[in-house]
């Protein structure tokens, strides 16, 4: 089995670790050679640990141009969000950790829940293709999403146009409230986003094999510890099982 796992996850040899910088909770720097530092990178060189081979970081700026090499050959597995709409071209692990995803609120629009968002002429901007604007993709039916090019564009547009609401991870955004003087955080999240290992689909041994390892590695403290060693942990989550 562990063979057959090797030629599917390291086929040239080693791995080939695709890493989303754009999520500042999991890539918080670089290593002095310029690689990614943080939870992403370490739970990459984790799993290449585990199968003795040697890795290869690949950074990406946005999770959507991970995603679309998944057919490039370029990458054997990626760290990014699982989420439906990538799920149907990419095998993902059970997540190794979670975070909320909520809005900014802009005041005097009488919106106080999550179904108040979703209404006719409320405009939410949001990071294009981020994991949390896809869920919105999905499931907003009325009110109209703005797309920004990355997450700290997403807040430019909510400020410079004045929109009514800012999708975001809860924890930019608590940074971001400190730079608005009419916001306020909507406390329900509307979805969890889960970061997880992915994969080329068509092989059930390394399906297996990544969702052993990162339950193995949550069950021995391993995650957390990378929680805490990168200050992340609180804004990060442990998946509850």
């Given at each position: ?30 290593e002095s050679n310029g690689d990614p530092q943080g939870v992403s990178p370490d739970m990459a060189r984790a799993l290449a640990k585990e199968l ?20 490039d050959d370029v990458w054997d597995i990626g760290n990014i969000a699982n989420e439906p709409a990538r799920a149907r071209s990419i095998t993902f ?149």
């Open positions: 089995m562990i063979k057959n796992v090797i030629k599917h996850l390291a086929p040239k040899g080693y791995i080939r670790a695709a890493i989303n910088l754009s999520n500042f909770l999991l890539v918080t720097g670089k003795n081979v040697d890795i290869k970081l690949i950074s990406f700026n946005r999770p959507g141009e991970l995603a679309d090499t998944i057919n692990s059970k997540p190794y950790t979670t975070i909320e995803s909520t809005f900014l609120i802009r005041n005097g629009h009488n919106i106080k829940t999550l179904q108040d968002v979703d209404k006719k002429g409320i405009k939410i901007a949001v990071a294009e293709r981020s994991a949390y604007d896809l869920w919105l993709t999905e499931n907003i039916k009325n009110a109209d999403l703005i797309r920004a090019k990355s997450i700290d564009e997403s807040f430019f547009i909510f400020q410079e146009d004045k929109h009514e609401v800012l999708a975001g991870l809860r924890p930019k955004l608590v940074d971001d409230i400190k730079k608005t003087t009419d916001c306020f955080i909507l406390n329900e999240p509307f979805t969890f986003i889960n970061q997880s290992i992915g994969i080329k689909p068509g092989n059930l041994d390394a399906e297996n094999f990544i969702n052993s390892f990162v339950k193995k590695h949550i069950d021995n403290g391993f995650v957390k510890n990378l929680l805490t060693k990168y200050n992340v942990l609180g804004k990060l989550s442990l998946p509850k099982n």
